[in-house]
T-cell receptor
């Protein structure tokens, strides 16, 4: 079983749609959670951290359920520029390196 | 934040040769990380490069194949040795944003796209 599992995608949605990505992690000792965005042929960049109480940044909302070891990302009012691969990322206790999910590809269409 | 300059950005190499990838950070960092991203896959940690000590390798990666240097707090190299087509991948270096262990942003170099023929 992979340490971090994500919806395989790809998700093809029209502009303005709401789309949700899910992620589960296997290590209950994981302490930090993130969503990264990776554009084609580019390096990953932080989209947002995920906090226990859930957090929102504009059109993006992240949720964490520690009991279920589940993380989600909701994107409202999708824009063409949201097209990218979204990586679910965890950091385990005592480690500074990151563990990445396989990524979910989003294609927003006009 | 941290700015990382990674080079080369891409290379095409003959099998059996070696390639050294360099990463330069604009600030001093304790740890640097080297990842591999195979075609269509996500990032896999190769090793953690510590200044002043041996790199720590993840399962499946060995020093003879991926020797790492960390001569100071702003620079590291990863060598891909005795390359085969299976080593064709994107290699990325990364650093933490700060000294705190948790909830710190990671920054990445632009990546090195390696093709072995």
């Amino acid at each position: 079983r992979k340490e971090v599992e994500q919806d395989p995608g790809p998700f093809n949605v029209p502009e303005g749609a709401t789309v949700a990505f899910n992620c589960t992690y296997s290590n209950s000792a994981s302490q930090s959670f993130f969503w990264y965005r990776q554009d084609c042929r580019k390096e990953p960049k932080l989209l947002m951290s995920v906090y226990s109480s859930g957090n929102e940044d504009g059109r993006f909302t992240a949720q964490l359920n520690r009991a279920s070891q589940y993380i989600s990302l909701l994107i409202r009012d999708s824009k063409l520029s949201d097209s990218a691969t979204y990586l679910c990322v965890v950091k385990d206790t005592g480690r500074r390196a990151l563990t990445f999910g396989s990524g979910t590809r989003l294609q927003v269409q006009p | 934040s941290a700015v990382i300059s990674q080079k080369p950005s891409r290379d095409i190499c003959q099998r059996g040769t070696s390639l050294t990838i360099q990463c330069q950070v604009d600030s001093q960092v304790t740890m640097m990380f080297w990842y591999r991203q195979q075609p269509g896959q996500s990032l896999t940690l190769i090793a953690t490069a510590n200044q002043g000590s041996e790199a720590t390798y993840e399962s499946g990666f060995v020093i003879d194949k991926f020797p790492i240097s960390r001569p100071n707090l702003t620079f590291s190299t990863l060598t891909v040795s005795n390359m085969s087509p299976e080593d064709s991948s994107i290699y990325l270096c990364s650093v933490d944003a700060g000294q705190a262990l948790m909830n710190t942003e990671a920054f990445f170099g632009q990546g090195t796209r390696l093709t072995v023929v």
